[in-house]
């Protein structure tokens, strides 16, 4: 295939605009062996997408896998069981003293609620952007870890995956 074609379908591919004819044009000729020079850089890619899509799950992996959890199984102790009565009272006794506390914090909150965010309120306008700002850069790095978390924990769980299907 030529290079023009190939480039062609790498600019739909980038867009999100290629069929999955166009895609299979492209695994194929990442494949093949037969690459331009400019386009080496994508061979890896598209040979991931392929080894991964040939990946299969053994005929046993059922077996395997449960198996594994129960050989990984805890007993539960009876003592345990106690434990877990007491703490389910500590957290029931918790929520209702929050509750009570509550509702006497409400019942003495002043009745003219306007007036009570109103000290809150920025009247100058450079002032409520910044404060703007800084919201969205809090919330941005928040964001920035819980991605990274969660890039970690697939990355965990695509390689206990790949144990247990050698």
Not at 144 to 155: L, N
């Amino acid at each position: 295939m030529d290079y023009k074609n190939i480039n062609h379908l790498l600019e739909k591919y980038w867009k999100g605009e290629t069929s999955l004819q166009d895609e299979e044009i492209l695994k194929q000729y990442f494949n093949n062996g037969n690459i331009a020079p400019q386009l080496e850089q994508y061979k890896s890619l598209f040979q991931y997408f392929k080894k991964e899509q040939d990946l299969m799950i053994s005929k046993n992996f059922d077996k395997q896998l449960l198996d594994r959890i129960e050989k990984e199984s805890i007993v539960v102790p009876a003592k345990f069981h106690r434990l877990y009565w007491m703490s389910s009272i500590r957290s029931v006794a918790a929520i209702g003293i929050f509750l009570i506390g509550a509702v006497f914090i409400f019942q003495n909150l002043p009745h003219n609620k306007t007036d009570v965010w109103a000290q809150y309120e920025i009247e100058d306008e450079q002032e409520a952007i910044e404060a703007t700002k800084a919201a969205l850069a809090l919330l941005s790095e928040k964001m920035k870890k819980g991605s990274k978390k969660a890039t970690k924990g697939f990355s965990e769980m695509r390689s206990a995956t790949k144990k247990i299907l050698k």
